[in-house]
């Protein structure tokens, strides 16, 4: 039901853009969000930026002013700009849709895409 696409490597400084797609037959307008997992052990996935229910935006601090979340309710897509990209930003990036009104947390998803892979390097 949510199939995200977008991710790719870039030189620092760079930028992409994620999109997601929501599946027509996902009940509602659910809060959702971007999420990300970095590899190492012990890492775990948390919240890029996000859109509540009421359409209220969120961010990470680590990306406040250089990422972009965007719901398009007529398309069904949650995209996410990433500008200023930096060797930190790189991860696993997944679209999540969450129970309640936030989309804080891992733990409120309860739909996930597959995720995409995002690499930033000099």
């Known amino acids: 039901p949510l199939v995200e696409s977008g991710g790719g490597s870039v030189e620092i400084g760079g930028s992409l853009r994620l999109s997601c797609v929501v599946a027509?037959?996902?009940?509602?307008?659910?809060?959702m969000g971007w999420f990300r997992q970095s590899p190492g052990p012990g890492k775990e996935r948390e919240m890029v930026?996000?859109?509540?229910?009421?359409?209220?935006?969120r961010y990470q601090d680590s990306v406040q002013g250089r990422f972009t979340v965007s719901r398009d309710n007529d398309k069904n897509t949650l995209d996410l700009q990433m500008n200023s990209l930096k060797p930190e930003d790189t991860a696993t990036y997944y679209c999540?849709?969450?129970?309640?009104?936030?989309?804080?947390?891992?733990?409120?998803?309860?739909?996930w895409g597959l995720g995409t892979q995002v690499t930033v390097s000099s």
């Open positions: 027509k037959n996902v009940p509602e307008r659910p809060a």
């Open positions: 999540a849709a969450c129970t309640g009104d936030y989309c804080v947390s891992r733990y409120a998803a309860y739909l």
């Open positions: 930026a996000s859109v509540d229910k009421s359409g209220r935006l």
